[in-house]
């Protein structure tokens, strides 16, 4: 379903992300694990257009989006839910969603989606900037899955969230994931989150992947030992 | 007592007058905002298509004279919207050739702009002469509505304030009911994150700028029938609009209103009282003076960090 084939990509003149190869199938979830400053983030960038890449290519569901630009690759159904939210803060959270809806429906919010978020279509009038942190990211979730995505991308999504929501967003990624035949992959480095989660574990370290764990035999300390400072 | 209704009558039609210049520096400044708040591009050339706008309905008008003299009243409603037209057009192009080039610059913006500005003031003083011209008015345009004996309100300043008011009106509508509207304020709050969820940047700017430029030539078609229009016509704006936007506040169109009234009548009404340097240092200084208290414009949306 999503593929990277020797992706590399970085700033300037330092290369961040080495030749990475990942093959996610459809359904599964696949966490990145991995410290600040190990490439996750630049990982993410990189995908979504937003920071050229080097050499590689990207397939989501046989296509190679690798040449497209941002807005086309979301077409492609890559959606990506930034570090930090990077919701429209001035904008309500009704309107916040509408971006990601395609032109095909006309500004109305599929019914599912508020399902999945009770707590956005009681809030909906309200300004983005005005919720709190844990409501912001169930928002940035929904808009991105308002482009009807084939691939989730989620970096570090429980970044500065109370342990409730925390439990909150596991559940629901885990629905949308039967409810919508979603593949996603997150960049963590919370293990507990993950562990709940992820079909299957991967370590960066300095933008290679080091360790590749599936959840049977994911070995909590060794991954826990790259985590710790 | 004479003298008091006297007064207020002088005030009430210098006021009036003030409402029309507000609506040539409102129809400006909305195209303005809009393009400097969504693309962070400042647009010396803004004037410019004001007088592209203008000279539109010029030619119009002396086509219409010339072929098809019956149809005199009505032309101008069909040269409101072929200068918003060629204005658009030309906006586009503009973005297109020059403006899409430059995002990362955006000092060489303002150089490129202003050089714009110069290319377009001397093309129109190639193709129309440097003596200023009037376009024909048509008959219900000219003359006025006698209020009381004292008070008279000109035609045409009332037919200026109508159509600003539809066109602001549409904008709103356009901005904040539309598909292109959310897209807009989208890009303007964060275009990186816009592209990531699936929108056109590049379209979206593009028709912005268009229709930025479109708008300043409804303004020259507003223009034509307060003033007479000459290359430069839409240079002499350019510095109010800008004083404009930035007093209203840069994102928003409410505050653009209210800061483009404020000038406007300050500016009309001192006009009246001193002379016309005097009204503008009057004006000058009460804008810099809230300012200094208000960096950020008049209006700004509040939301928490």
Known sequence: MFSLNQWASGYGQSQILH???LTVAKREIVAVMGRNGMGKTTLFKSLMGIL???????TVDGVDVSALHTHQRVAKGLAYVPQGRM????MSVLENIQTGLPASARGHVPEDLYALFPVLYDMRGRKGGNLSGGQQQQLAIARALATQPKVLLLDEPTEGIQPSIIKDIARTLKDIRTLRDLTIVVSEQVLSFTLDIADRFLVIEKGRFVVEDTRANVD????ARYLSV | MAWLTEFGAIAAMQAFNGLSVFCVLLLMALGLAIIFGQMGVINMAHGEFLTVGAYTTYVLSG???HYAPSLQPYYFFLAIVVAFVIAGALGWLVEWAMISRLYH??????LATWGLSLVMQQALRSIFGAREVSAELPEWLMGSFSLTDAIDIPRNGLFTVAVTLLLTGGLFLLLFRSRWGLHVRATMQNRVMSR????????VDRMTFALGCGVAGVAGAVFTTIGSTGPTAGSLYIVDTFLTVVFGGAASLLGTIASAFAIAQTQSISEFFMSGSMAKVLTLSAVILILLLRPQGLFASKVRK
Do not use: M, Y
């Not at chain 1, 050229?52 to 990207?58: D, E, L």
């Not at chain 1, 909590?220 to 991954?223: F, G, P, R, V």
């Open chain 1, 19 to 21: 030749d990475l190869d």
């Open chain 1, 52 to 58: 050229p890449q080097w050499h590689g290519q990207v």
């Open chain 1, 87 to 90: 919701i429209f803060s001035h």
């Open chain 1, 220 to 223: 909590e300390a060794s991954i």
């Open chain 2, 63 to 65: 086509l219409t004279l």
């Open chain 2, 105 to 110: 610059r955006p000092l060489d913006t303002l």
């Open chain 2, 196 to 203: 990531a969820v699936g929108i056109d940047t590049r379209r």
